[in-house]
Every structure is written in structure tokens, then in C-alpha cells.
């Protein structure tokens, strides 16, 4: 049947044939969990029903956030730039890189305490996390 169709419109059933066998490859849904070590990045919405650190124009908003211990902490990151989330001291929690558009979510350390953090790549950017 498809070699009665002309060529272009050949060309773009197997194309589409091909595009949607990838995706479909690409939505096995995995799971396992997730580590305060290892992001999870995603694309989602960014509404979120736990506390959230959004980056714009170089700055965490809001600056200093309160969260209990081990809460998950979403960061959405609305710059063209690339930043992290990085404690300053040990190594408490680190998104990695969050690309532009992205949102990732990382785990608040389990011990109350303050948790200052930067964005390693532009270090003048600060923010806090208090845990309690």
C-alpha cells in the first residue's frame, strides 16, 4: 500500500512511522528514586505543591526559603543562562547544571541548620536554605 503513495508522501509517512516509534522508545517510564545528590530535570509545569526557588535575572527568588527536613525543593530556572543550586559548605545538595527552561528537584538535607548557597557558575549569586 505505501508504495502506491508518490514518493514525497512516502517520505513522510516513514518519517512520522519513524518519529513516533522514538518517542514511544523514550516514554518507558522508568521510576527509581530520586537522591538529593541526582536531580530530577524535567519539563513539566512549573506549578509545584512543595516549596519552589525560581531563577530569573540572575537571582534566586525567593532569596531564603524555610523548609522542614528532607522536603523536596523544586527549581525552575526562567534565565537564558545556565545556573546551579550548590551549598556553599559540604556537599548538602547540588542541582548540577539547570538549563535554561528547565526545572529540576533536589531533596533539603535531612539536619536542621542554614545551607548557603551559589550558583557555581555565576558566584555572586546567593541564596539560603534553612532547614528546621
Keep these: 500500500m505505501l508504495a502506491l503513495l508518490p514518493a514525497r508522501a512516502r517520505t513522510a509517512v516513514v518519517a512520522t512511522v519513524a518519529c513516533a516509534a522514538a518517542l514511544a522508545g523514550c516514554s518507558g517510564g522508568g521510576g527509581g528514586s530520586t537522591s538529593s545528590a541526582t536531580p530530577s530535570p524535567s519539563k513539566a509545569s512549573p ?19 524555610t523548609v522542614a527536613p528532607g522536603t523536596k525543593v523544586t527549581v525552575i530556572n526562567k534565565d537564558a543562562a ?7 559548605a559540604g556537599k548538602a545538595f547540588d542541582t548540577g547544571e539547570v538549563k535554561s527552561g528547565q526545572t529540576v528537584t533536589f ?17 555572586t549569586m546567593h541564596g539560603s536554605l534553612t532547614v528546621r
Excluded: M, N, Q, W
Design 47 to 65: 506549578s509545584t505543591a512543595g516549596p519552589l526557588i525560581t531563577i530569573k535575572d540572575f537571582a534566586f527568588h525567593p532569596a531564603a526559603l
Design 82 to 88: 545556565t545556573h546551579t543550586v550548590t551549598a556553599t
Design 107 to 123: 531533596e533539603a538535607p535531612a539536619r536542621p541548620g542554614a545551607y548557603p548557597y551559589i550558583c557555581t557558575i555565576h558566584p
